[in-house]
């Protein structure tokens, strides 16, 4: 394979992303055609396995593929893995089990978002979770490197995309540590975008950006639910906007994870009573989020026979299950979890149970919120 196949390869996975409508102007087929994903990947992934005899994430190593094979992943409109519970995939002696600490995000997901971002000329970009540093160099050679800052919490992973990017020329100015903070109060950034996901928009981006700023961020919660949000930031310092339509998710940002805990029982004896929310509520992707935004602070523990709401601020817990009868509620401690869920669940009803792209959200420095038609209609306040 030789670096011309790679490049056709690139126009090829450049023609996948137009068709589908996620690549949309010359300047980002350009950068597509330009960067060299396999660069970013470094020596090895991870693969999701499902063989139940061992850990599922399998690391498959640049020297064990021929090179069209690696070509050909690199080159896959999919995720790779790159660290799991922080190994690196070339440092894993074997399959593991846990959860993935960093990736190169799917081309597909990466573009579609750039698009979405609306740069120009002369903009210059903070990007929230540098990872392998692909969507980095994209936005290198789509502003120039001297307008990208990007910001990554996990030093090695920061190494290695600093390096990446060196190797291709790109010398975008490179920060390590926690994107909450953003980088430099009193920077004028006109654009932001996040490939990691919060509970809410960190507050001191509001103070990083101009009249007419967008921020591209991706909320997601204790519950797992994701959606993505444009927000654009008036001459009060109000960043405000739509959510997208689709279905994007990112990893959370380290700072925002739940708690750990150990295993959470439905204290005996409590009332049980019918409700017309049941547990389905939770497997549609506008469904969860509502849930979440109802009640922030809860984890979602489940298994096939029942779903447990846990909020970790008050040890409130609520358990729903569906028998022949219906589905039926039973709640403990001082926040009612399911209470606050239904009242969510029929506003939304009496919505027409739209997709999530029909609310909004509202960010200022002391409050945010998220709403439902606009920002008079029913509002849930953010865990800020
Ligand atoms: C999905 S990856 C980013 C993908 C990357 N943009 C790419 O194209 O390769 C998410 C990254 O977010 C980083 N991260 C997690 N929490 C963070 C935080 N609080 N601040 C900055 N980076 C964070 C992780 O270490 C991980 O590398």
């Known amino acids: 394979m030789t670096t011309s196949d790679a490049a056709a390869l690139r126009r090829e996975l450049a023609d996948r992303l137009a068709a589908e409508g996620l690549l949309r102007s010359p300047s980002w087929r350009a950068a597509v055609e330009a960067v060299p994903r396999e660069l970013f990947l470094g020596q090895a992934v991870f693969r ?37 519970e922080d190994v690196p995939a070339d440092r894993a002696e074997g399959p593991l089990d846990g ?26 970009v903070l990007e929230i979770a540098t990872g392998t540093g692909y969507s980095t160099a994209l936005l290198c050679h789509r ?22 990017l060196h190797a291709i020329g790109q010398h975008p100015r490179l920060v390590v540590g926690d994107g909450f903070g953003g980088a430099d109060t009193g920077a004028d950034y006109d654009r932001i975008i996040a490939t990691c996901s919060w509970r809410y928009l960190p507050q001191p981006w509001l103070y990083q950006v101009d009249t007419g700023a967008k921020i591209l961020l991706t909320l997601s919660g204790w519950m797992d639910a994701n959606a993505q949000v444009m927000l654009e930031v008036d001459e009060a310092g109000t960043a405000q906007g739509r959510f997208l339509p689709g279905y994007r998710s990112f990893m959370m940002a380290r700072s925002h994870q739940p708690p750990p805990h150990g295993p959470v029982f439905f204290p005996p004896g409590a009332d049980e009573h019918p409700t017309d929310v049941g547990p389905e509520l939770l497997d549609d992707w506008t469904g969860r989020f509502l849930a979440q935004l109802a009640a922030p602070a809860a984890q979602h523990i489940g298994n096939a026979a029942e779903t447990l709401l846990w909020d970790v601020v008050t040890g409130s817990q609520a358990r729903v299950r569906a ?7 039973a709640q403990h401690g001082p926040v009612r979890l399911w209470d606050a869920v239904e009242e969510a669940a029929a506003a939304w009803r009496s919505a027409g149970r739209p997709h999530i792209s029909a609310f909004g959200m509202t960010a200022t420095p002391s409050e945010q919120r998220v709403w439902l038609g606009s920002p008079e209609g029913p509002t849930w306040r953010l865990p800020v």
């Open 323 to 329: 028998d022949a009868q219906g589905p039926r509620v």
């Open 143 to 164: 502003l120039g490197a001297e307008a990208v800052t990007s910001v990554e919490i996990d030093p090695r992973v920061a190494e290695r995309a600093r390096r990446a």
């Open 48 to 84: 999701f396995e499902t063989d139940e005899t061992k850990p599922p994430w399998t690391p498959v190593r640049r020297s064990d593929a021929d090179e069209p094979a690696w070509l050909a992943m690199a080159y896959a409109d999919r995720t790779w893995v790159t660290q799991v």
């Open 99 to 124: 959860a993935p600490t960093s990736s190169s995000s799917l081309p597909g997901l990466v573009v579609g978002m750039l698009e979405d971002l609306d740069v120009h000329e002369g903009h210059s």
